[in-house]
């Protein structure tokens, strides 16, 4: 479990890097909470995918779909994440 550990992380934390390199978060309070939002939306996007994955991974009998679904949802869950969270301190 050590890969989806550390990929699954730094795709959070790439989000973040990305939205403060294009100065879309305004201050450094905004940034934490980015961070933190990030990689909690990145987590819940990997285990909805790689629970999507799995069930797909039975039907087909493959073993691929749980990782490669799982790590599809990281980035989307990421920003949903970082929307949620710094949305109060910027409105």
Do not use: C, E, K
């Not at 909805?48 to 949802?73: E, P, S």
């Amino acid at each position: 479990m050590l890969m989806p550990a550390l990929s699954v992380t730094a795709m959070g934390l790439l989000v973040t890097v990305v939205l403060i390199a294009a100065q879309w978060l305004p201050s450094a309070r905004a940034a934490l909470g980015a961070v933190a939002g990030a990689v909690a939306g990145a987590w819940a996007g990997y285990i909805l995918g790689a629970l999507a994955g799995a069930a797909l991974d039975a039907a087909t009998g493959n073993g691929y779909f749980l990782a490669l679904l799982g790590h599809a949802a990281a980035i989307p869950g990421a920003l949903v994440g970082v929307r949620r969270l710094i949305r109060p301190a910027v409105a």
